[in-house]
């Protein structure tokens, strides 16, 4: 398996824009996490799913954030409108519980905010 | 709710010595999991070393190991012989059994090994 996809790696964009934060899970796994890391926070779990449901969403910092798990293969993390203080980087990881469990992360998305 | 609390927020050792970095936890439950990742300057986040709540024995994975202290909810990670790879952010991390797995991390300690 490639691992936990994430795309883009990069994004600039203007404050007030859409942006959306893509994550591929590995195959089977069936919790997925969102994570926002930052030098004063550290990684904040924003939201986590299991089997495609949305589970706790108690760290989505506004109603500016939105998450979405369509199917056990892709999720979605939007961002409407875009802050400067938005600016991080947002990973996702993935995790099988029954069996070895752990969470495997993706390479992250350093989001900025102008 | 569950927290992960690391006291260090830095620390640094020199190589082929050993260092261990600290982490505690707070929780209700009785069977959880406990992890240690590492994050280098490339922000990859690598899993070092996992620790089952319900296994007394302490985890090692070469070099690394744990002291896994349930009672005191305390759970810290020794790198013996450091090598100057090992230079990276640590994060504690901890994941609750039963019907909740949510996975929460500490601040983190940033860890500097010197030649």
């Known amino acids: 398996d490639a691992g936990v996809i994430q795309s883009p790696r990069h994004e600039v964009t203007e404050m007030g824009q859409e942006v959306t934060l893509r994550c591929k899970p590995i195959s089977g796994h069936d919790y997925l996490f969102w994570y926002r890391q930052t030098m004063m926070r550290g990684l904040e779990l924003l939201i986590y799913f299991n089997n495609n449901v949305p589970i706790d969403d108690s760290g989505m910092p506004e109603d500016r954030f939105s998450a979405k798990m369509p199917n056990a293969s892709f999720s979605t993390l939007k961002i409407q409108p875009s802050e400067p203080r938005d600016s991080a980087v947002y990973f996702c990881?993935?995790?099988?519980?029954?069996?070895?469990?752990?969470?495997?992360f993706g390479q992250g998305t350093r989001l900025t905010v102008v | 709710a569950q927290t992960v609390t690391q006291s260090q927020p830095e620390m640094s050792v020199q190589e082929a010595e050993t260092v261990t970095l600290s982490c505690t936890y707070d929780?209700?439950?009785?069977?959880?999991?406990l992890f240690w990742y590492k994050q280098p300057p490339s922000r990859q986040m690598i899993l070092v070393i996992r620790q089952e709540a319900y296994k007394q024995q302490n985890a090692t994975e070469n070099r690394f190991s744990v002291n896994f202290q349930k009672a005191a909810k305390s759970f810290s990670l020794k790198i013996s012989d450091s090598q100057l790879g090992d230079t990276a952010m640590y994060f504690c991390a901890f994941m609750g059994g039963g019907s909740n797995y949510k996975l929460t991390f500490g601040k983190g300690t940033l860890l500097t090994v010197n030649p």
């Open positions: 990881a993935s995790s099988l519980v029954l069996g070895d469990t752990e969470a495997f």
């Open positions: 929780t209700s439950e009785s069977n959880y999991y």
